[in-house]
């Protein structure tokens, strides 16, 4: 570089320190205390605004979780009312006996019961709520509630031997456990 290509970036220099105090211009020390302190504060800057931007995500994706939640599991007070509704229903089906469902009068009445019980199936379906499997399988605290315990020597120990009532889950959540009978081993 020569002398002259250095001279109108010296103007511009001047031109930019015009504002500036003279003593930050005149000693060199201080003005590059200054010009540090300013990068530092610079630098402080940029990292507040990158932790505002994070936690500004992190608050958005929470929010997000929550509003996706409620509307998967909105539903589950109403479900829990209505399980008490199917689990009467089922007791009457199960309860008319045999000859009364032959009967002509009572053919009727029983297919109607019958096709309420399935609609109500339907409806829990179409809103995430299923069966838990129980009667054979293993007892699992997450989903069963060992109500008593019954000796076998045909099953293994902690088995579920009956259902009680049944239990539910909406969608990946616990709706109603189901009351179980499992296995011990005998005396």
């Known amino acids: 570089m020569t002398e002259n290509d250095t001279r109108p970036q010296d103007a511009e220099v001047a031109a930019e320190l015009e504002g500036v105090p003279?003593?930050?211009t005149e000693g060199g020390?201080?003005?590059a205390d200054v010009v540090e302190a300013l990068k530092s504060?610079?630098?402080?800057?940029k990292q507040d605004v990158l932790y505002a931007k994070a936690e500004t995500q992190n608050v958005r994706r929470r929010m997000e979780k929550e509003v996706a939640d409620t509307r998967?599991?909105?539903?589950?007070?109403?479900?829990?009312?209505?399980?008490?509704?199917?689990?009467?229903?089922?007791?009457a089906?199960?309860?008319?006996?045999?000859?009364?469902?032959?009967?002509?009068?009572?053919?009727?009445l029983v297919a109607g019961?019958?096709?309420?019980?399935?609609?109500?199936?339907k409806v829990f379906a179409s809103?995430?709520?299923?069966?838990?499997?129980?009667?054979?399988?293993?007892?699992?605290?997450?989903?069963?509630?060992?109500?008593?315990?019954?000796?076998?020597?045909?099953?293994?120990?902690?088995?579920?031997?009956?259902?009680?009532?049944?239990?539910?889950?909406?969608?990946?959540?616990?709706?109603?456990?189901?009351m179980v009978a499992v296995a011990k081993k005998p005396d």
């Open 22 to 24: 003279s003593e930050l």
């Open 29 to 31: 020390d201080a003005l």
């Open 41 to 45: 504060d610079l630098e402080a800057a």
């Open 72 to 91: 998967a599991y909105a539903a589950t007070s109403f479900a829990r009312d209505i399980l008490s509704v199917a689990d009467n229903l089922s007791r």
């Open 93 to 108: 089906l199960e309860s008319i006996p045999a000859e009364l469902r032959e009967d002509d009068k009572m053919k009727n």
């Open 113 to 121: 019961l019958e096709a309420t019980g399935r609609e109500i199936e």
């Open 127 to 178: 809103h995430g709520i299923s069966r838990i499997a129980a009667k054979g399988l293993p007892l699992d605290p997450h989903q069963h509630q060992a109500m008593l315990e019954i000796p076998s020597a045909d099953v293994e120990p902690g088995t579920v031997l009956q259902e009680l009532q049944a239990g539910y889950m909406i969608k990946d959540r616990l709706l109603r456990a189901a």
